[in-house]
Every structure is written in structure tokens, then in C-alpha cells.
T-cell receptor
Framework: AQSVTQLDSQVPVFEEAPVELRCNYS??????LFWYVQYPNQGLQLLLK??????LVKGINGFEAEFNKSQTSFHLRKPSVHISDTAEYFC????????????FGKGTKLTVNP | KAGVTQTPRYLIKTRGQQVTLSCSPI?????VSWYQQTPGQGLQFLFE???????NKGNFPGRFSGRQFSNSRSEMNVSTLELGDSALYLC?????????????FGPGTRLTVL
């Protein structure tokens, strides 16, 4: 079985500051990793995903994430955030032969202040 | 392409009733998954359907059921509603049922059980 831990439930930052949202996973098999964003009263939107290859993955809206197999981490970063980035961010994992389609972390609420 | 649509968007029911939620996937997508989102438990996988067959099921009681039609549209049913079933129910579709596939989420159905 797979599990995901998002280490921070809330992250407040000022506009134009850099941000890192942390995600660690646990799995006995190889996994695929995803970051989704959820704006208020909306569904989830894919930011980026890691399937294989380069460990640095670039996504939409200037976000990127780095896969670190030895540390079983997949942290999300953005060098300069905007007010519009205020949302909840979910890290998720899937695996071949897994019983669940996607296993999500509990989410990190990012609040960007002016 | 139209996105994933879910109907209705909001529902209010009372304990003991049953409810049916509907999901129309993106055109051409054959896999539909359902998730329950609550403040306490976060996002939890309910089940996945592909080509009208249930492929995976999460850890939910038998009161939660679903089906998929030949046009890939899906419904989920919850019988004998309990207060704890109040949640946002999200549907997601993908082209295949591979764990590497991106899932595209609908806006969700907000169910309130009184």
C-alpha cells in the first residue's frame, strides 16, 4: 500500500516570496507522483506529475517539483508566488497494481498575503 | 473539449435516505473514479470503473456503490445516508485505467446530510 504525508497543513507567505510545499511518500513498489491544486469551491487541477526520467518536473503556473527517490520526497516549489496562488495543494501517488487509483496527502493550504 | 461534469452540484438529504450522483467524463475517456473529500479524512478513493467494470474499490462500506454505462457516464449511489456521509464527492476521468494517466476532476457534488 502507498501513503503520502504532507508535512505542513498551512503555509503563509508574502507575495513575490519563494515557497516550498513538502511531500513525502511511502511505497514498496515504484510510484507515479502528482501535485494537484484546488481553488475554493472547485475540483482539483493537475499542476505536474512525475512518471520517470528527469527528477525535476516543471508544471503549470511556474511550479516545479523535484523527485528524490532516496528521501522518498516530491517537494513542490515556486520561486515567486502571487496572490492568485492562494489555494489548497495536494500531493498524490499511484502505483502499478495498487488497489487505489490515487492516494492523496491531507493537503497544504497556501495563503499568499500582500 | 468539455471537462468533467457532475450533477447535481449541491444536494441536501436526511438520514436514512438514499442519493444518486452523476458524472459525465471527458469525451473519449473510459475510466471514471470517485473520491470523497471531507475536512477530517481528506480525499479518499471510493472506486474506479473502466469499460463498465469496477476495477478498484476503496475502503468504504457496501452502502456506497456505483456503475458505469456504455457511454462511460457513471453514477454513484449511497443508501441509508448517515450524517458522516456529508462531503464533497469528486469524480475524475482518464483516458485509460493506467496509474500513470492524468485524472481530470469535475467540480464535485456537495452532499449535506441532515
Amino acid at each position: 500500500a502507498q501513503s503520502v504525508t504532507q508535512l505542513d497543513s498551512q503555509v503563509p507567505v508574502f507575495e513575490e516570496a519563494p515557497v516550498e510545499l513538502r511531500c513525502n511518500y511511502s511505497s514498496s513498489v515504484s510510484v507515479y507522483l502528482f501535485w494537484y491544486v484546488q481553488y475554493p469551491n472547485q475540483g482539483l487541477q493537475l499542476l505536474l506529475k512525475y512518471l520517470s526520467g528527469s527528477t525535476l518536473v516543471k508544471g503549470i503556473n511556474g511550479f516545479e517539483a523535484e523527485f528524490n527517490k532516496s528521501q522518498t520526497s516530491f517537494h513542490l516549489r515556486k520561486p515567486s508566488v502571487h496572490i492568485s496562488d492562494t489555494a489548497e495543494y495536494f500531493c498524490a501517488v499511484s502505483a502499478q497494481g495498487g488497489s487505489e487509483k490515487l492516494v492523496f496527502g491531507k493537503g497544504t493550504k497556501l495563503t499568499v498575503n500582500p | 473539449k468539455a471537462g468533467v461534469t457532475q450533477t447535481p452540484r449541491y444536494l441536501i438529504k436526511t438520514r436514512g435516505q438514499q442519493v444518486t450522483l452523476s458524472c459525465s467524463p471527458i469525451s473519449g475517456h473510459r475510466s471514471v473514479s470517485w473520491y470523497q473529500q471531507t475536512p477530517g479524512q481528506g480525499l479518499q478513493f471510493l472506486f474506479e470503473y473502466f469499460s463498465e467494470t469496477q476495477r478498484n474499490k476503496g475502503n468504504f462500506p457496501g452502502r456506497f456503490s456505483g456503475r458505469q454505462f456504455s457511454n462511460s457516464r457513471s453514477e454513484m449511489n449511497v443508501s441509508t445516508l448517515e450524517l458522516g456521509d456529508s462531503a464533497l464527492y469528486l469524480c475524475a476521468s482518464s483516458f485509460l485505467n493506467s496509474p500513470a494517466d492524468t485524472q481530470y476532476f469535475g467540480p464535485g457534488t456537495r452532499l449535506t446530510v441532515l
